[in-house]
């Protein structure tokens, strides 16, 4: 079973779903590591699902400085979703980390699927609800937690990220300096080994 | 017609909804400017739709400050979304900054409502997609943006805010201190003087 389906399944509970229907309004695409889903400053219309791999959400600053501000492993959904809602240009760039399989949701085929396959409705609904949750849990890290606490916490949190996750861009997600995320990490492992 | 099926017909764009079921689903209640809606450390069990006047989300740090993390005016839905979904203890308390009217849905009529009135399952897909893409963009301004531009952008976006909330509590949801926001409004009416 594909593992959006599977991901379908486990979300909303239920078993009855049209495999082929659900995948019908999907393209597969390939992405070699550092290729580009999608550039800076285009119109927007593809929703990612990571199959498998990595992907990043970021933007370069007036001073050339590329900010990460997402990040999606397996099961994970991307894009700029203000600019898909609307069809504007977006103003982030969309990067495979690894080498990367995703499905590819059109804008068009968004409206579509949820009025054709109802479940897919409670889906998004459930996926959001979850993200929404998720990312206001990020505000209050960011903005009312020491650094080295929200680090711990991230990383209890998010091992994978540690893991598959270059040091500079993870340091940029973070919105901490490569420096201070280098000494943080290093002092994490001198204590674990006392 | 009530502002909230008032709410899901702008939203979702149909205007087939049957309005006396759908308010079968809310308990009605009052509160007092100051009112606590709900305590921090309780089970949470209520979802909150702003009928008239203006809740905060807020939590009590370990130096016995108030941390405000969450605004809501009229149409806007608040509660610890994560505890509300998985029946645990809410990390925050919820209180009315006005006279404030509201329409309860307890977490058993959450789930039954999408079911029953599948309508409602379309309008809370669209209230998450549009509440995730905002808080992604306030992450984005929290973390990368400097404060005066920030709040440059804050005020331009949410006039209502600046007017209706308490300069102490604004502050703490920008995560500025109030003697910061004090001069940074001081400054920007000297400027429109000018």
């Not at 229907?21 to 889903?37: A, G, I, T, Y």
């Not at 929200?150 to 901490?176: D, M, V």
Request: proline share 4%; net charge neutral; with cysteine.
């Amino acid at each position: 079973m594909h593992p959006l389906i599977q991901h379908i399944q486990k979300i909303t509970g239920s078993r009855e779903i049209d495999e082929e229907n659900v995948l019908s309004f999907f393209d597969s695409r390939h992405f070699r590591k550092k290729d580009l889903l999608q550039e800076q400053g285009v119109l927007c219309n593809a929703y990612f699902f990571v199959v498998k791999g990595c992907l990043r959400l970021f933007y370069t600053d007036e001073n050339g400085i590329e900010q990460t501000l997402q990040l999606a492993l397996e099961n994970w959904w991307m894009t700029d979703l203000d600019a898909f809602r609307s069809g504007r240009r977006t103003m982030y760039a969309i990067q495979a980390l690894e080498d990367t399989e995703v499905l590819v949701l059109t804008a068009k085929n968004y409206n579509l699927l949820p009025e054709e396959i109802p479940l897919t409705e409670k889906y998004f609904r459930l996926v959001y609800e979850r993200a929404y949750s998720a990312t206001l849990h990020r505000v209050r890290m960011i903005s009312r937690m020491p650094k080295n606490e929200f680090y711990e916490l991230f990383e209890s949190k998010y091992p994978e990220f540690i893991q598959r996750i270059p040091q500079k861009i993870l340091a940029s997600f973070l919105g901490f300096t490569p420096e201070y995320l280098s000494e943080l990490r290093k002092k994490r492992v001198e204590n674990k080994e006392v």
